[in-house]
């Protein structure tokens, strides 16, 4: 019984919440868990989440949160200054593809096709009627096939000169990383990244492939990674500026 009641009187482990930092009132999503020791903030596309302990106090909370006001403030301007507008998936649309813009060219007709791209121009061949989902569709596709050949090309082509050798490659949908590596030697990698630079997709490459030797983030981990991408704290930053840091 003592335990039932316990538990009624825990608080949920998921809120809405709202609070006034730096001048700004600002909604944020607030987690509880029962393993964490500190309180943790993170900034994504879902704006300001705060994780804190199960009991922690009230208190402890607002100094944080108030404490950290003007980076939070910063950093949520940041991230929405530079996230993408939404795609509307029309004709004419521009699109990334490998860092460059691709013009999308929509052709209907009787019978769906295989997307082609004609210089800086992705035809779309789709039966009479496909609406916004259904070009949405076909482009993503597009971009996940691409995308495993382009991977498996820059896999093979780093792997000897870290003189690593990964179980699998998988395409990842992950939303806040760009890649990740298991102990096991799997290595994953955002199927997005192929609208990056190619620049910034061979330093993530060689990032998860580091991984493989040093399953950390040590100086050493970074002294692999210098070894095929010198400029690494270059591309890093070009890479943080789109939204996820590896």
Not at 39 to 52: E, F, N, Q
Not at 54 to 67: D, M, N, Y
Not at 77 to 104: C, H, N, S, Y
Request: glycine share 6%; hydrophobic share 45%.
């Amino acid at each position: 019984m003592f335990k039932a009641m316990q538990r009624l009187m825990e608080p949920p482990p998921v809120e809405q919440r709202s609070v006034e930092l730096a001048g700004r009132q600002i909604s944020y999503t607030l987690k509880r868990s029962g393993k964490r020791r500190s309180i943790g903030l993170r900034i994504d596309d879902d704006g300001l989440t705060v994780a804190m302990p199960l009991r922690a106090s009230e208190k402890w909370l607002h100094s944080v949160l108030q404490e950290k006001a003007p980076w939070i403030v910063e950093k949520l301007a940041g991230w929405a200054a530079r996230k993408p507008m939404p795609a509307l998936w029309v004709d004419g649309e521009i699109i990334q593809f490998m860092g460059q813009g691709l013009t999308l060219r929509v052709v209907t007709g009787l019978f769906d096709a295989p997307p082609m791209l004609s210089g800086r121009q992705l035809y779309l061949h789709l039966a009479d009627g496909a609406g916004r989902a259904a070009i949405e569709q076909a482009v993503t596709h597009w971009y996940r096939q691409q995308a495993v050949v382009l991977f498996r090309e820059r896999v093979a082509h780093y792997a000897p000169l870290l003189n690593v050798a990964p179980s699998e490659l998988k395409l990842s949908s992950a939303r806040t990383q760009w890649g990740s590596c298991t102990a096991r030697g799997t290595v994953h990698l955002n199927w997005q990244l192929i609208r990056l630079a190619p620049r910034l997709i061979d330093y993530v490459v060689v990032h998860e492939l580091a991984h493989l030797v040093e399953m950390n983030h040590s100086a050493a981990f970074w002294q692999v990674v210098k070894l095929a991408c010198p400029d690494f704290a270059k591309r890093r930053g070009e890479l943080r500026r789109c939204g996820i840091v590896e």
